[in-house]
């Protein structure tokens, strides 16, 4: 079955830094991937997703990710943290099915003034 | 905003009850799947309707169950609930080969 794993359970940076959130991705075939993002009690919002084409991905809010095949990850990047970033952020891979899309667990992003 | 309408915001049912949640958009995407995402988790896939059938499902037990309507909006309908029914329940709309939009979610407490 497609999955992905978040590795870090809360990600903390100070503002105007560079951020990552990490994920990686287990699949057989060719990944769809995605990320999103989550505050508090709100649904998810879609950040970007890979499908093909160029490794880098450019999204909302000046977030980006780069698919990176030999090392199957596909993290979640963004050159100067915002104090309003600070949000719950979920990678995603599509099913083999086309149906569904199975979730990391998440990462905690917390932006510090 | 994704213009996916979730209802009703947040309700709270007893331990055996029955709910029904609903679920429309304005996108006229006609595939909806719905998800569970319990307190501090990722959300869960359990089912997804295309064209008013049922066409995919998770790991979830017959209690759950939905409806697609001509209008592609949607419900989930939960029976016998249980106390670990207790979560945010998002629904979803997506065309063919794009993402998929969220609504904001159902908080649901079961007591």
């Known amino acids: 079955a497609q999955s992905v794993a978040q590795p870090e359970d809360q990600v903390n940076v100070a503002e105007g830094n560079p951020l990552t959130v990490k994920c990686t991705y287990s699949?057989?075939?060719?990944?769809?991937l995605f990320w999103y993002v989550q505050y508090p009690n709100r649904g998810l919002q879609f950040l970007l997703k890979?499908?093909?084409?160029?490794?880098l991905v450019k999204g909302s809010y000046g977030f980006e990710a780069e698919f990176n095949k030999s090392q199957t990850s596909f993290h979640l990047k963004k050159p100067s943290a915002l104090v309003s970033d600070s949000a719950l952020y979920f990678c995603?891979?599509?099913?083999?099915?086309?149906?569904?899309?199975?979730f990391g667990k998440g990462t905690s992003l917390l932006v510090t003034p | 905003e994704t213009g996916v309408t979730q209802s009703p915001t947040h309700l709270i049912k007893t331990r055996g009850q029955q709910v029904t949640l609903r679920c429309s958009s304005q996108?006229?995407?006609?595939?909806v799947s719905w998800y569970q995402q319990a307190l501090g988790q990722g959300p869960q896939f359990i089912f997804q309707?295309?064209?008013?059938?049922?066409?995919g499902r998770g790991n979830f037990p017959p209690r759950f169950s939905g409806l697609q309507f001509p209008n592609y909006s949607s419900e989930l309908n939960v029976n016998a609930l249980e106390l670990d029914d207790s979560a945010l329940y998002l629904c979803?709309?997506?065309?063919?080969?794009?993402?998929?939009?969220f609504g904001q979610g159902t908080r649901l407490t079961v007591v």
């Open positions: 995603a891979v599509r099913d083999n099915s086309g149906y569904a899309l199975n």
């Open positions: 699949v057989s075939g060719n990944p769809y």
């Open positions: 890979y499908i093909t084409g160029d490794n």
């Open positions: 996108s006229g995407h006609n595939t």
């Open positions: 309707y295309y064209r008013e059938e049922e066409n």
């Open positions: 979803a709309f997506q065309g063919t080969h794009t993402e998929a939009f």
